[in-house]
């Protein structure tokens, strides 16, 4: 079984639609997949529809944005969990109105800075998704301000740079309490990006984490021998994907090419239901 459990689509900051996706994983073969959209769960049914015609397998899924101080951004995947939960949906909608009002203020600071960027021109990328931080990069980038979009995030709204705004937070494990509550599983993701993740892995293990992401474009080899030896050790699952956002640009890549093990999705499964049996 070819197996992709991390991929997002226009319902936050990826370039294709929902069935859109499911079209190409059916072109590269993938037979299960998980569309993990930053905070929001809106492109988990169209995909669900749309994979339909392929007899492709679409978990629900989703990434939470979390932080810490000490390990900065600890992005949480969540799998198999009710999309209407009501304590997350309620804490969706907390982030989804956060990160509203945080691009708005990047927004001003860019005009104080002398940039005539207009909050229109944000919506006109984002269209429906989550607004997210690429977006307002790409119309930094539209409207003439940088040569490409990575150079706008980088110039200006990247960590440290003169438009950054700090977005609502969430501790990982805050996450992992979350996912459990919505009846999901919880795995980190891309170790790789994230500082003194040995510590952090261990420190997370005891507080309910249930999977790592040890396959990711972002793990190097040391972080993948780790990973996947300290999921062994600590009886947690190990999963893995490609972090699809779009086929072209700074962050190109195709579904699949970084792939879960076969039977992680089962794994995921008998997980859950010792989860949520005890």
């Keep these: 079984m070819t197996v992709d459990l991390h991929m997002h689509t226009t319902a936050s900051d990826g370039a294709l639609t929902p069935s859109e996706l499911v079209a190409l994983c059916h072109q590269h073969r993938l037979q299960t997949i998980a569309i993990t959209d930053h905070d929001t769960l809106s492109g988990y049914e169209p995909a669900r529809l749309a994979a339909q015609a392929y007899s492709i397998t679409v978990l629900t899924g989703i990434e939470l944005s979390a932080e810490d101080d000490r390990h900065g951004d600890v992005h949480m995947l969540g799998y198999l969990i009710d999309p209407h939960n009501p304590d997350l949906r309620a804490k969706l909608?907390?982030?989804?109105?956060?990160?509203?009002?945080?691009?708005?203020?990047?927004?001003?600071?860019?005009?104080?800075?002398?940039?005539?960027?207009?909050?229109?021109?944000?919506?006109?990328?984002?269209?429906?998704?989550?607004?997210?931080?690429?977006?307002?990069?790409?119309?930094?980038?539209?409207?003439?301000?940088?040569?490409?979009?990575?150079?706008?995030?980088?110039?200006?709204?990247?960590?440290?740079?003169?438009?950054?705004?700090?977005?609502?937070?969430?501790?990982?494990?805050?996450?992992?309490?979350?996912?459990?509550?919505?009846?999901?599983?919880?795995?980190?993701?891309?170790?790789?990006?994230?500082?003194?993740?040995?510590?952090?892995?261990?420190?997370?293990?005891?507080?309910?984490?249930?999977?790592?992401?040890?396959?990711?474009?972002?793990?190097?080899?040391?972080?993948?021998e780790a990973a996947f030896h300290f999921a062994k050790q600590h009886g947690l699952i190990v999963t893995g994907g490609s972090d699809f956002h779009t086929t072209s640009g700074h962050h190109a890549n195709t579904p699949g090419s970084h792939l879960a093990p076969s039977d992680a999705p089962e794994k995921l499964v008998a997980r859950q239901k010792q989860i949520h049996t005890a």
């Excluded at 944000?122 to 940088?146: F, K, N, S």
């Excluded at 706008?152 to 609502?168: L, M, T």
């Excluded at 990982?172 to 599983?185: C, F, K, M, Q, S």
């Design 93 to 224: 909608d907390h982030f989804q109105s956060g990160r509203e009002h945080r691009a708005k203020r990047m927004v001003e600071r860019l005009n104080e800075l002398g940039i005539a960027l207009q909050w229109e021109h944000v919506l006109e990328v984002a269209q429906d998704a989550v607004i997210t931080r690429p977006h307002i990069a790409t119309a930094l980038y539209r409207q003439g301000y940088a040569s490409n979009p990575a150079e706008a995030f980088e110039r200006y709204i990247s960590d440290g740079k003169p438009a950054y705004v700090e977005r609502v937070k969430i501790t990982p494990v805050e996450a992992i309490e979350l996912i459990h509550r919505a009846g999901g599983v919880a795995v980190m993701a891309h170790p790789g990006l994230v500082r003194e993740v040995e510590p952090l892995m261990s420190f997370l293990a005891d507080h309910g984490l249930d999977g790592i992401e040890v396959y990711h474009p972002n793990n190097g080899k040391h972080i993948r």
